[in-house]
């Protein structure tokens, strides 16, 4: 029995997803990374048993209701964990998305820039100080009156909510309205206020139309529904909300990026005259510091807010110095480029994660295990070692710091090393080396060890030729001023750079210039769904084939099934008590709201009565809960499922089960998906496919999987462009676009354009020696 000052987090029996029954002993007060092959159960260990645990444990110290409600959740599957400190996650996760959540908002240096402002801030004769509210935009005291701290104003037109006038009400011509019931909510309560909702809307008198459209007025009247065949609606009173006020409140207030973006359409949007975009009322507005007012420093990129004057006053003194000390870790990682006012949905998850991982240094916490994700996500191999110098920091304060990584210097910077494998899904889930990196070495069966301790160069290969280019720009947008880039057509090409340097905004110049060149395909990292309804099976198709097979066996024809039984999408065939989600939602009042299991179907989705058919032996269900590698074998013979599964298999993503559900999925994952279907469809005519790191979250055994399908894509005559920051990926290319020198206004330029090998060379670059490097190793 370990003793009370072990210094092991002792992990017994551990069995979440496919670990099999895992025993590890983990240090304490180290950098510890997790590693292995997609799927093989890393972060089953560091996030699904470990942080979780520790959050039960937390949980249970609440109280009683939110420890009620997280016995629903369910503990980890694992047998004992003892010396387990508090944790804290930092996961590459995405808040929802609003119109007020920024950079400095995030990092909570807005704040200190408020303080500043307020305590010793010059302002004009006359002019009474102002509280340290006045200078945000998200209270009442500092927001812009005219666009309520919004930057901007949104204006709606006829034109815009209503795009065709020969419609009437009933048949659709409030584009601008929800669909489904709300939607016919609002008509049905304009019929009952005497409007005419089956009259051409052009034919309506201008002042109905005007009301109908703009009123702040909210009506409140009785609706007697038209009775349908299968069901009677009794009368209720319903509220009247116009168009645009239903477009402003759902822009506005919505968590939902498809409301917002879909409530965005019906917008004239311009930055407000009142306050000229900066959010804030006139009174802050006049106040400086250094010259300068808030909006303009907080326009301004955070390297340059960390050379603020210091000031005269001691205050000044100290309330620089403050603000300056919790900027300078967000500069070691390499965001010096961002701004106090960027918006959150505008960053990547990995700049996400990394602002958090900064403003946790500032916390002063200590005793805790930090647990990361992914953190070099969307790092520029330049930017990895300051990575690594911020989770020393973390450990140096008498923290531990367990981090699930698949890159290669990261784990080399680790003091111990956990290899979970040796392959994926049911493959994978043993733990094949927990110990100091270097004997890793000797462990034959992990895949780890192979890249970890390999130093032969890339493989040479020879560059192939182009078949014409696509030349795209000037372009003038962001930081890229007046840039021209050339792609050639028929080839693998890299866009390289650091962090904020301009790769995605030449990118997406590209997506808007390639129409010429025949089909384009854009494969991003956005979620395939936002619910646990969406999963895999349903978003590439294979589950309609997989119903249809399910209604042609004796046992549904014998019951009378058809395919729909075999929906949980619809009703008939899945469990109502969570309407064929398989998961039900448990709200904790003051903490973020979680899914459970289904208490009446087990996460199953469906009736016992559809789940008494079997095919081969297996429910509707127990199919769905194959990988997509069991799934290739049980569905050999039928050639539709079969083309689905191989493509599936081709990108690496065997591990997988068919219904799981899209919130599971990372970003890479939804990628390859997405890729999968295009491979599956075999286009023939020329295709440019365009990806957006596309190795993110992937270990090298898998990049090597992931490059020989868009190498085989390039063979096949297409064209690929890849933004990426791995190395190997790029020293595999047949052509680089560079850009740099650094992030921000210190980037937007091309800084080489070439073969890997004239990259390699290019003076000025910051890729070059990384992938001089990667080229022809040392050691």
Not at 707 to 717: E, I, S, T
Request: proline share 6%; aromatic share 6%; hydrophobic share 40%.
């Amino acid at each position: 029995m370990p003793g009370p000052h072990d210094p092991y987090v002792r992990v017994r029996g551990a069995r979440e997803h496919n670990l099999r029954g895992v025993d590890v002993d983990i240090p304490r007060d180290a950098l510890v990374v997790f590693t292995g092959v997609s799927g093989s159960g890393k972060s089953s260990l560091a996030f699904g048993t470990i942080y979780a645990e520790a959050q039960r444990r937390y949980f249970e110290s609440v109280a009683p209701y939110a420890r009620r409600l997280i016995h629903q959740v369910g503990a980890p599957r694992v047998a004992e964990i003892t010396g387990l400190p508090p944790a804290v996650s930092l996961q590459q996760r995405r808040a929802a998305p609003t119109s007020r959540s920024s950079v400095g908002t995030l990092t909570n240096l807005s704040n200190s820039l408020r303080m500043l402002f307020s305590r010793a801030g010059a302002y004009p004769p006359g002019a009474e100080r102002l509280d340290s509210d006045a200078f945000s935009p998200n209270t009442a005291a500092g927001a812009c009156p005219k666009c309520h701290g919004l930057g901007r104003v949104h204006r709606t037109t006829e034109e815009s909510l209503v795009p065709d006038a020969s419609l009437s009400i009933r048949e659709g011509a409030i584009a601008a309205w929800p669909g489904a019931w709300q939607g016919k909510n609002l008509r049905d309560i304009l019929d009952a206020l005497g409007y005419d909702v089956d009259r051409p809307w052009r034919d309506l008198p201008a002042d109905q139309r005007e009301w109908i459209l703009f009123t702040d007025d909210q009506p409140v009247v009785t609706v007697h529904p038209v009775r349908d065949a299968d069901r009677i609606q009794r009368p209720y009173k319903g509220t009247y909300m116009s168009a645009r006020r239903y477009v402003m409140k759902t822009f506005a207030d919505t968590r939902s990026a498809a409301l917002r973006t879909k409530a965005e359409r019906f917008l004239h949007s311009e930055h407000c005259p009142a306050c000229g975009g900066s959010r804030l009322r006139p009174e802050a507005l006049a106040a400086t510091f250094a010259g300068r007012t808030i909006a303009e420093l907080a326009a301004s990129p955070l390297a340059e807010l960390a050379d603020l004057p210091v000031g005269t006053s001691p205050t000044a003194r100290v309330l620089t110095d403050d603000l300056r000390s919790r900027i300078e870790p967000i500069l070691e990682l390499g965001l010096g480029y961002l701004s106090l006012d960027r918006a959150t949905p505008t960053l990547s998850a990995g700049e996400l994660q990394r602002l958090r991982l900064a403003t946790q240094l500032r916390s002063g916490l200590f005793g805790v295990v930090y647990v990361l994700d992914e953190p070099s996500a969307g790092l520029h191999p330049a930017d990895t070692e300051a990575l690594l110098t911020m989770l020393d920091r973390l450990k140096t304060a008498g923290n531990s710091v367990f981090v699930v990584e698949h890159h290669l210097d990261v784990m080399r910077g680790a003091d111990w090393l956990v290899d979970v494998g040796p392959l994926a899904g049911e493959h994978g889930g043993r733990v094949l080396h927990s110990g100091p990196v270097s004997e890793l070495a000797s462990v034959a069966e992990s895949a780890t060890a192979r890249f970890l301790f390999g130093h032969s160069p890339a493989p040479a290969r020879h560059n192939r030729s182009p078949r014409g280019q696509l030349k795209v720009g000037p372009v003038t947008r962001h930081n890229l001023r007046g840039v021209t880039a050339e792609f050639p057509l028929g080839v693998f090409t890299a866009v390289t750079g650091v962090s904020g340097s301009g790769k995605s905004t030449l990118i997406g110049e590209l997506r808007e210039d390639a129409a010429g060149v025949g089909r384009l395909v854009s494969v991003d990292q956005k979620p395939i769904g936002r619910t646990p309804r969406s999963n895999l099976a349903t978003y590439t198709g294979l589950f309609d084939v997989v119903r249809k097979v399910f209604a042609a066996t004796d046992g549904a024809r014998e019951r009378g099934y058809g395919v729909g039984r075999f929906s949980f999408n619809v009703a008939g065939g899945r469990c109502e008590t969570c309407r064929g989600e398989g998961f039900v939602s448990v709200e904790l009042l003051f903490l973020p709201s979680t899914y459970a299991p289904c208490p009446e179907c087990g996460g199953s989705r469906y009736n016992p009565r559809t789940l008494e058919v079997t095919y081969r032996g297996h429910t509707i269900a127990q199919v769905l809960d194959l990988t997509v590698e069991a799934a290739a074998e049980f569905f050999a013979d039928i050639p539709a499922a079969a083309r689905s599964l191989g493509t599936l298999l081709d990108v690496g993503l065997g591990y997988l089960r068919l219904g799981q559900p899209a919130t599971e999925l990372s970003g890479g994952e939804a990628q390859r998906i997405k890729l999968a279907g295009e491979l599956r469809h075999g286009r023939r005519s020329h295709t440019l496919y365009v990806l957006d790191e596309p190795t993110t979250g992937l270990h090298p055994a898998d990049v090597e999987v992931l490059m020989r399908q868009l190498h085989g894509l390039v063979d096949a005559g297409h064209t690929v462009v890849v933004v990426e920051h791995d190395m190997a990926v790029v020293a595999g290319a047949d052509w680089v676009i560079d850009l740099g020198p650094g992030g921000g206004d210190a980037g937007g330029r091309i800084m080489a354009a070439g073969t890997p090998a004239e990259v390699a060379r290019a003076e000025g670059s910051a890729t070059g020696p990384y992938l001089a490097r990667t080229i022809t190793p040392t050691g």
